[in-house]
């Protein structure tokens, strides 16, 4: 069989490695400045591209007028209680959207249809109002308050519990289980896979949002990795192995889960999609 | 006998309603409080004048709608936005579907490219748009030195408002593309093999499969792809924030209707006018997803 039109396998190769250089390049050019000295950082003839000698002391100078400890915390109490509140809520009003009859059903889950719909930032003056005649601002529960309940959360698990057999039910039934042994027993488990990539999603758009901290917690030692970053910019903005030693310690801890975690990362963005 | 078995059911039913509004009810109540709640009070402030700090809130009607309306400011964020999400979304939907066709084939190492796409996805944007900054540097910014070697002049990335807004796509781009492929991917894995193979023995090219089989049977997937792109392309602050200063020449070339939003709700702290923005940018995102949904119909395939 002849195939003239058909692309050489090197060829596809050769444009795949080159944009995964592209993709990691940054990332690479941000360790080596990180442990450069400002003079080879800008020294342009020659140009450096390895630091001659590797500066840790770039990252003594930020971890020491930074408190990096404080960040790691507050960034992971935020991302862990978001995790955790979206997963339990979620779970339990998707399984009542997808399996149980009540009155009010529809037009609850119109509520949450509705919620998806609209771009988060007409929420954030209310909440800010909230939080704030809360006397809550700089606390971890400012952080964690928008994600309190997640409508999309609520969406994605409906999907899941839809596709489980009803025969399941009427079994747990005829054993003598009642609705909620029912829901915690036999249906939570089986909708594992949507939870876990629920709270990767969580996760990962917790850990990245800025504009919400950046408001909420304007104290430094209530700020998470995200919004210190915008603040040590201002502060640093010359000293670019600074800024970039901050920045490995600002994104290292989400890499290295997803260098654990690569399979349920992609997984999780791959069936969460197609159940949308 | 028969008013027992009635009882019992509507007990059953009583029952399931009960369990019903139990298991929704945090959702419920949080999505009033934290979304509902909020909507409408939205609505409401941007009909005030938020004064300075302590000096409460003055009833100016549709004041802020007019002024709005008559603002260049929000006119140029108006048309940045929708620029950005128009060098965004084609070019890296394009990029994604190429990078997931490639890797739908029998080919090596497919798992490692995935994982190495997907990367720009988990870092924040706070520090991924700080290196993208360092490498623009119009100084001593490695693009620019790499320009310097084939004999190009420096360009200045970031301070040109000219190029600003592209220097800008083009990180929102790089960071999009690994998320959009894996999407993309798991819907090429649903189309049957058997297709091909089918046209293959007709002796379709390559070219022509990808016309005939794959875009028809991917629309779906792409449909879900363009349309949550586009969302969040209208929504774009961080890189914008994070690049370009309110003191930046750029600024007026770059400044998107979230960034505008939050410049006016948080920095000067005239929430009224910031609320009427938000909604300007609810009205259209709003006007955009039903323009889709109506476009669905012509193009999007459902097996």
Known sequence: ?276 | MNKQIARRISKQTWGEWSWGWFLIAPTIIGLVVLNIIPIIQTAYLSLFKSGDFGRGNIYVGLDNYRKMFSDVQVWHSVGNTLLYALLVVPTSIAISLIVAVFLNGKIRGKSIYRTIYFIPMIAAPAAVTMVWRWLYNEHFGLINYLLSRIGADAVDWVGNPKLSLISIAIIGIWSVIGYNMVLLLAGLQEIPKDFYEASDIDGASRFRQFFVITLPLLSPTLFFVVVTSIIQAMQVFDVIYMMIDVTSPAYEHTVSLVYLFYNNSFKYSNKGYGSAIVILLLAIILIITFIQMRAQKKWVNYM
């Open chain 1, 1 to 276: 069989m002849v195939r003239t039109n058909r692309m050489p396998r090197y060829f596809v190769h050769l444009l795949l490695v080159v944009g995964a250089i592209l993709m990691i390049m940054p990332f690479v050019w941000m360790l080596l400045t990180s442990f450069k000295s400002v003079t080879e950082s800008t020294s342009m003839n020659p140009f450096v591209f390895f630091p001659s000698v590797w500066k840790w002391e770039n990252y003594s100078e930020v971890l020491r007028q930074n408190n990096f400890p404080r960040l790691y915390w507050n960034t992971f109490a935020m991302v862990a209680l978001r995790v955790v509140c979206s997963i339990v809520f979620s779970a339990m009003a998707a399984y009542a959207f997808a399996r149980l009859k009540f009155p009010g059903r529809n037009f609850f889950f119109g509520l949450v249809l509705f919620q998806m719909m609209v771009p988060t930032q007409i929420f954030i003056i209310p909440q800010y109002l909230m939080v704030d005649s809360l006397g809550m601002r700089n606390t971890i529960f400012a952080l964690l308050f928008p994600g309190l309940v997640s409508a999309f959360g609520t969406f994605l698990l409906r999907q899941f519990f839809m596709g489980l057999p009803k025969e399941l039910e009427e079994a747990a039934k005829l054993d003598g289980c009642n609705i909620g042994q029912t829901f915690v027993r036999i249906m939570l488990p089986l909708v594992r896979s949507g939870m876990v990539a629920l709270g990767i999603f969580t996760a990962l758009f917790a850990f990245k949002d800025l504009m919400w901290p950046m408001i909420v917690n304007t104290n430094s030692n209530a700020a998470t990795l995200s919004s210190a970053l915008a603040k040590i910019q201002g502060a640093y903005s010359v000293d670019y192995p600074e800024l970039m030693a901050a920045s490995v310690l600002a994104i290292v801890p989400m890499l290295i889960l997803y260098v654990i975690f690569q399979k349920q990362f992609i997984e999780g963005v791959a069936t969460s999609g197609g159940k949308l």
